[in-house]
């Protein structure tokens, strides 16, 4: 590849042309930014309520009582705002980290780009692994192959070369080999891809179980709150004959009803919990990701480079015309035809590891290097399986060399070998596998009628022998395993490499089910039936190639595993796209592995994953936390509404929708921000994971969170009963009820932090936002019991200490049986851990 050799164009006019044509953006059309931020808010139940309700005071004359529901409107919606803020940023930020990256020529300079900032007129550079970022002519193609299945629905690979009928490439097509420069003609929205894209802004993404069964719960809420809402308007207006003031007490009824905290918790838990994962180096393209990391009950790794540190040092060879075998390369490897060939069969600017090992073992150990003498020819692409590669070289002289490697049993098949000789080839090649090694087969191809077929594997090649290639696997590896182990996770090795070099780096790490393993060739021989009983005793799996690895990862779903699967290259992207979870590697990972994955790991360091399955672990846990607390808290304020009024109590009208709404503003953020910030719990991550379709609550956790807001309900009447008997006034009863239920509120909160570990226990856990939302809720209660304005509007009396102690009193034993609960859970859980 010639260096600088086009001149591209200048900035200026690059300014000018995104001037004209615009950003190379699939913009979605549709409504404007700001109204996509607004309208969830403003279309929520709660929302609507509060604005009729504000409306109805108004029109009564009780102004103050309607000031206080807007400025209530605009705290609950002010909130709102505030958590799809954070959201949306959390989500841009991550879509600009994963925003690929094109090659283009700028005068004269071979620059990358963000793909949006390509402009009609660029050279582009595209090589294999890279999706196409604009349609483009070519200008010039190496063995160029291109998939358009994503256009054409036919997934063959289509030579693109300058000699070719279609010399077009068209923006999201993935190139499979070779090397090509082109110029941008279309970008953005016309291209061919983008028309098609605008078709398919219409397609919804299909939601996961628990969006599904939270959407479902907050549907059922709203229906039975509109059904709540009419029995209480009838029966309070017929007691009272007054119709108005009857709708006032249904609208209270439906404020109680509606948990419109739990969807904006749940957005909220998965995208912070995006942007937890990116301070980890670990970028999730969409927050439903973060739900599944959680569930993951196996993962597929590849071998080279995620296991290993991809160093590939060049360590033994065998030299098969002289038997000799060694692994001292700096003295066994002086002028060596076999590590020469080895060399020429290698790119001439090596990007790979092991051709650069290779490069450079070939500068040290021969005194004339030829590479200066000798210009490619003709490149044959990857092929095979396993894959091999042909290159061949010329000289000003017309000197020839044709070289090859690759994969040991594709090169024999290209070589005249007898059955003796295979057999020898693979002794050698069991050797280098059982010490770890990598293995390459290296031959000299002959041109017979001075003629290069179209078909590599048609050209008569002479074997030379192997080289072998030492990868350790990183120093993390083995405690990287281990963690998968405890937290219940099952790991297969998914390698293109020997067997023998395969599990020997399995048993360095201790993984189990390493006494054989399964080769590509078995996996697609086996029926499905066969294929799944195999698949469970078996952890590593050799000679593997893009076939084999997508059906072991069907395989492993259809029988019922959630399966989180690495890879980097072009012929990992079936696999990644058919696993739950694909993770592509940031560095080394190719775009098309990138673009097909479902998070991306920025240092390429799998130990990332036990953060993020940890991670998942931990926001499923605290939002069912956060809904458990909605509910236990929802039930006394709707059954404190309900029971007077339905049992014909003297006083009916403890709470109005003032009360119930400032008892909202304090549960809001006590669900959506307090508990998002809980860490994990001690025990989770020795835990097997969660079944990914199993309902969001077990009838022991839902009851539990029933029985809670039960307790809380019969205590807080409970004393509204006793002070009716001891013939305290309405008011009087009112602020003593709504103090008590703020208090129970506050010790809820601390002992639903865990169901596992006591409230004294996560005094420890660190989260700063514990003290700062009890401490406002205490402040709101002082400032509705002690501020004149304000306590007038709430309709409350002053208290005096020893009544605000006997709430505080009454709010603690309403909450605090729950210790003993746990307790025993405890206990049980030590005598039986499983």
């Known amino acids: 590849m010639e260096q600088h050799r086009y001149q591209g164009l200048s900035h200026a006019e690059v300014l000018r042309r995104r001037e004209i044509h615009g950003e190379n953006y699939l913009n979605p059309g549709g409504r404007p930014a700001w109204v996509e931020w607004i309208l969830p808010v403003v279309s929520e139940p709660l929302f609507i309520i509060l604005m009729f309700t504000a409306a109805l005071y108004f029109l009564l004359g009780e102004n103050g009582e309607g000031t206080i529901m807007l400025v209530a409107l605009a705290f609950v919606s002010g909130i709102s705002l505030f958590q799809e803020t954070r959201s949306r940023k959390a989500e841009r930020a991550l879509r600009g980290l994963l925003e690929p990256r094109a090659r283009?020529?700028?005068?004269?300079?071979?620059?990358?780009?963000?793909?949006?900032?390509?402009?009609?007129?660029?050279?582009l550079v595209v090589e294999d692994g890279d999706i196409v970022p604009a349609d483009g002519m070519l200008l010039e193609s190496h063995d160029l192959t291109i998939d358009e299945s994503l256009l054409t629905g036919e997934s063959a690979s289509l030579y693109k070369g300058m000699d070719a009928e279609?010399?077009?490439?068209?923006?999201?097509?993935?190139?499979?080999?070779?090397?090509?420069?082109?110029?941008?003609?279309?970008?953005?929205?016309?291209?061919?891809?983008?028309?098609?894209?605008?078709?398919?802004?219409?397609?919804?993404?299909?939601?996961?179980?628990?969006?599904?069964?939270?959407?479902?719960?907050?549907?059922?809420?709203?229906?039975?709150?509109?059904?709540?809402?009419?029995?209480?308007?009838?029966?309070?207006?017929?007691?009272?004959?007054?119709?108005?003031?009857?709708?006032?007490?249904?609208?209270?009824l439906s404020m109680s009803l509606l948990p419109e905290e739990i969807p904006v918790a749940f957005s909220t838990f998965m995208a912070l919990g995006a942007m937890h994962l990116y301070r980890k180096k670990v970028l999730v393209k969409t927050p439903s990701t973060v739900e599944a990391l959680g569930a993951v009950t196996v993962i597929c790794l590849d071998k080279t480079g995620t296991i290993t540190e991809n160093t590939m040092r060049l360590s033994g060879l065998y030299d098969f015309r002289s038997g000799h075998r060694s692994l001292d390369i700096s003295s066994d490897a002086q002028e060596s035809e076999l590590i020469e060939c080895a060399m020429w069969a290698s790119e001439t600017e090596p990007f790979d590891p092991m051709e650069r090992s290779i490069h450079e073992t070939y500068a040290a150990t021969h005194a004339t290097d030829l590479r200066k003498e000798f210009t490619m020819v003709r490149e044959y692409p990857l092929g095979g399986k396993p894959p091999v590669m042909t290159h061949v070289f010329?000289?000003?002289?017309?000197?020839?060399?044709?070289?090859?490697?690759?994969?040991?049993?594709?090169?024999?098949?290209?070589?005249?070998?007898?059955?003796?000789?295979?057999?020898?080839?693979?002794?050698?090649?069991?050797?280098?596998?059982?010490?770890?090694?990598?293995?390459?087969?290296?031959a000299r191809g002959h041109r017979t009628d001075g003629q290069l077929p179209d078909d590599q594997f048609s050209i008569p090649m002479e074997m030379l022998g192997l080289i072998s290639f030492v990868d350790p696997p990183k120093s993390n590896m083995r405690q990287t395993l281990q963690a998968f182990r405890e937290a219940g996770i099952r790991v297969n090795i998914l390698s293109g490499d020997y067997a023998n070099t395969t599990l020997a780096i399995a048993r360095q790490l201790g993984m189990e089910k390493t006494e054989s393993s399964m080769t590509g060739e078995e996996v697609l021989r086996l029926s499905p039936g066969e294929l799944n009983e195999e698949i469970g005793r078996h952890s590593v799996f050799s000679r593997m190639f893009p076939e084999a690895k997508l059906r072991v990862i069907e395989a492993l779903k259809g029988s019922g595993e959630i399966v989180a699967m690495t890879g980097d290259g072009v012929n990992d992207a079936p696999a990644l796209k058919a696993a739950h979870i694909g993770i592509a590697m940031g560095n080394r990972g190719s775009e098309l592995a990138r673009k097909t994955a479902s998070l991306v790991l920025a240092d390429d360091d799998v130990s990332r994953m036990v953060d993020g399955i940890a991670l998942g672990r931990r926001i499923y846990e605290n939002l069912k936390k956060a809904i458990q607390y909605i509910i236990s808290i929802h039930i006394p304020i709707i059954l404190i509404v309900t029971i007077p009024v339905v049992f014909l109590w003297e006083f009916t009208d403890f709470f109005t929708p003032v009360h119930v709404i400032f008892l909202e503003l304090i549960m809001g953020p006590t669900c959506s921000i307090l508990f998002e910030n809980e860490p994990i719990e001690p025990r989770s991550m020795q835990q097997p994971p969660r079944k990914f379709t199993a309902e969001l609550f077990t009838w022991r956790e839902l009851s539990t969170s029933m029985v809670q807001g039960l307790v809380i309900t019969a205590v807080c009447l409970g004393l509204a009963w006793y002070c009716l008997m001891l013939g305290d006034s309405e008011s009087k009863t009112r602020t003593l009820l709504y103090t008590c239920l703020v208090f129970s509120n506050i010790f809820l909160t601390l002992v639903n932090r865990s169901f596992i570990e006591s409230a004294v226990a996560t005094l420890r856990y660190r989260n700063p936002l514990v003290p700062v939302i009890l401490g406002l809720s205490l402040a709101a209660l002082a400032l509705t019991l002690y501020h004149p304005g304000v306590r007038s509007l709430f309709l409350f009396e002053a208290l005096a200490p020893r009544e605000v102690l006997l709430c505080l009193g009454l709010g603690v034993a309403a909450v605090g049986w729950m210790e003993l609960v746990k307790w025993r859970w405890r206990r049980n859980f030590r005598r039986n851990p499983s």
Not at 104 to 123: A, F, H, K, N, T
Not at 207 to 229: D, E, H, N, S
Request: charge should be positive; hydrophobic fraction near 40%; charged fraction near 20%.
């Open 104 to 123: 283009v020529y700028r005068e004269g300079s071979l620059e990358s780009i963000p793909y949006r900032d390509l402009v009609i007129g660029d050279v």
């Open 394 to 442: 010329a000289d000003v002289e017309g000197n020839t060399i044709v070289a090859c490697k690759g994969g040991l049993e594709s090169v024999m098949a290209m070589c005249k070998l007898s059955n003796v000789q295979r057999e020898s080839l693979l002794r050698q090649s069991a050797y280098f596998g059982d010490l770890g090694h990598r293995i390459l087969a290296v």
């Open 166 to 252: 279609d010399r077009a490439l068209y923006q999201g097509t993935q190139v499979l080999s070779g090397y090509g420069v082109a110029e941008v003609v279309k970008t953005g929205r016309s291209t061919r891809f983008g028309t098609i894209h605008v078709s398919m802004e219409s397609i919804r993404t299909e939601k996961t179980p628990i969006q599904i069964q939270i959407q479902q719960f907050v549907r059922r809420m709203v229906q039975l709150g509109l059904v709540a809402f009419l029995a209480i308007w009838a029966i309070h207006s017929a007691i009272t004959q007054n119709l108005v003031y009857g709708l006032l007490k249904g609208l209270t």
